[in-house]
């Protein structure tokens, strides 16, 4: 990588990462795309189809705005001359952005990789303890935010001395302190202006994108993502797909993770089609968005399928939206209930799949309706206790081993581990992350599950629980270990545990299981109350149940998991 990042690790950690990257056939150097990096590929795709549309925008008051390749990529190099000239940013740095689903976000995100620095994505619906943890990790030089953020990050970036420049998009930029103007320049003004700049001396393996994800220490990890790694799975997955320049895709979920990102922005940059970005996912627009945009194939999460089964409109079914051909779902637990009445519903088939933002996105997916008979699928996603997350693509190879590396026969349970073009190249800055992942020179995913055979021969993988104690609530992730944190902090609260339960809408909620002190006159809205104050809405406790003791193991462990089934009667409640 440009910073060599990794070099001050022990040379048998380095080797047995550099070998997790490779497939068993296929050494990494040996690329699935060419170019090879972003930067490449979208000059590419400029120069072959200018007048073709590339993004189309919807804004929060539902305002329409569209750019061709060629609009957008001028867009692009003029932004990246201003992070150049005016930020000092250049290959191998790294910039933060604050921003939400937006067009300027895309193209900030672009803009980077066109100079060969990293983007790290600010989630903003992070509470500003976390925030302050990445704005100082992540070493970056420059921070971009969009207007409505400016207030709250202003006194966070402050705090960061390191962080030399800011810039709010939409309006002007800062150099030097935050919001004391030296010189303005107008970002718009700049980006009307005709410049040719292609993209000059970036690598494959140049630092492209650095997403912070929780851990089970609490304290968010962030994932190294190389140019070449967007590459090797937006090939996997249009390959999977089947998607052509004329196949257009639609963005519902948030771009600051790799689904959002990678999936619907990355991958149709690669090959040459046309993305419509929401601002946000809703229930009422969805259908109606996909049939007046002529979309062929949406990523979303199994809580937006819950939210379709309950709030579209009655009449919608598939004939409706006649281009699409399926819907992509991951990122979250993903039930034989929900899936079942959502294709029965509306008729539109479900491609399941599964990865993680340390192997870019998606390392699986069941075959898609043309490549497969519905009793085949319906087979796959209604017959084993599971949804099949399905064959590894073609970027990567798949496994489940057990605790020493070895991998285990069809229908045991182990740990799901993944090597390829796609794998992350490390954990930044965390050693005993990296040492804890690349045990046996393939990333272990943490989570466990099984395998079995298809009649055509190919290896069907199954997600049956977690090894690691993170709750997954509609696709995002939540450390238990913070919210036990808040909770123990309560006043009247001898002890307290965040537990993760099977939830109808959300896959999983955050329940609390509180042991009072003694004499303590505490009551559920207390707890909850005081949770709310400190915690982001989504990793807040929802309900709460009192106990006396806790379940422990011989050696005093807490076991966690065994409290689930005292919240089994909210499965499916409707909190506020």
Request: charged residues 20%.
């Amino acid at each position: 990588m440009t910073n060599n990042a990794f070099n001050d690790l022990p040379p048998d950690l380095r080797e047995k990462m550099a070998r997790a990257r490779d497939l068993a056939d296929r050494p990494h150097a040996r690329r699935f795309a060419e170019p090879a990096t972003v930067a490449e590929t979208l000059h590419k795709q400029a120069h072959a189809r200018p007048e073709q549309t590339f993004l189309i925008h919807y804004g929060e008051d539902h305002t329409r705005r569209e750019r061709t390749y060629l609009d957008f990529y001028r867009r692009v190099r003029i932004a990246a001359k201003l992070m150049r000239e005016a930020l000092g940013v250049k290959r191998g740095d790294r910039i933060l952005t604050a921003m939400h689903n937006h067009d300027h976000t895309i193209l900030i995100d672009f803009a980077a990789w066109h100079l060969g620095a990293t983007v790290v994505p600010l989630n903003m619906g992070e509470d500003d303890k976390r925030l302050a943890y990445v704005l100082e990790h992540s070493g970056a030089k420059a921070v971009f935010v969009l207007q409505e953020y400016a207030e709250r990050m202003r006194p966070l970036i402050c705090s960061v001395p390191a962080l030399r420049h800011a810039l709010l998009v939409g309006a002007t930029y800062a150099s030097g302190t935050y919001m004391s103007f030296e010189r303005e320049i107008s970002f718009f003004r700049l980006i009307a202006r005709e410049i040719d700049e292609p993209p000059v001396g970036v690598q494959p393996d140049d630092e492209a994108l650095i997403v912070y994800t929780s851990g089970t220490t609490g304290a968010p990890k962030g994932v190294v993502l190389s140019q070449y790694n967007l590459l090797a799975d937006a090939y996997a997955i249009s390959q999977w797909h089947e998607l052509t320049p004329e196949k257009r895709m639609m963005c519902v979920l948030p771009i600051h993770h790799v689904n959002g990102l990678i999936v619907t922005h990355v991958t149709p940059v690669f090959y040459g089609g046309s993305v419509v970005l929401n601002r946000k996912f809703g229930t009422s627009t969805f259908f109606e968005r996909i049939a007046a945009e002529k979309v062929h194939v949406v990523s979303v999460v199994p809580t937006l399928l819950q939210f379709l089964i309950e709030g579209a409109p009655k009449d919608v079914s598939h004939k409706h939206v006649p281009t699409l051909s399926h819907i992509i779902c991951g990122a979250g637990p993903l039930t034989v209930d929900l899936a079942a009445r959502f294709e029965d519903r509306f008729g539109i088939p479900v491609c399941h799949g599964y990865g993680l933002s340390e192997t870019t996105c998606y390392s699986c997916f069941l075959p898609i309706p043309n490549r497969t008979t519905p009793a085949e699928h319906k087979t796959w996603m209604r017959d084993f206790g599971y949804p099949s997350i399905g064959v590894a693509v073609a970027a990567n190879e798949m496994a489940i081993h057990d605790d020493n590396g070895q991998a285990v026969p069809e229908g045991a349970k182990g740990e799901i581990v993944i090597r390829g073009h796609n794998v992350t190249p490390g954990y930044a800055n965390n050693l005993q992350a990296n040492q804890n992942a690349f045990t046996h020179g393939w990333f272990r995913s943490g989570d466990e599950g099984f395998w079995k055979k298809g009649a055509d021969g190919r290896a069907y993988y199954f997600i049956s629980g977690r090894f690691k104690e993170l709750i997954i609530r509609g696709g995002v992730k939540i450390s238990p270990l913070e919210v036990d944190e808040v909770l123990n902090r309560c006043e009247g609260v001898q002890a307290g545990m965040a537990v993760g339960f099977e939830h109808t809408t959300f896959g999983e909620e955050v329940g609390a299981y509180v042991v009072k002190k003694p004499g303590a006159a505490l009551t559920e809205a207390q707890v909850l109350e005081h949770c709310r104050k400190h915690l982001a809405a989504h990793a807040a406790p929802k309900v709460v149940v009192f106990g006396e003791t806790f379940p422990v193991t011989s050696t005093g462990k807490y076991q966690r998991n065994q409290l689930k089934p005292q919240f089994e009667q909210w499965k499916d409640a409707r909190f506020k």
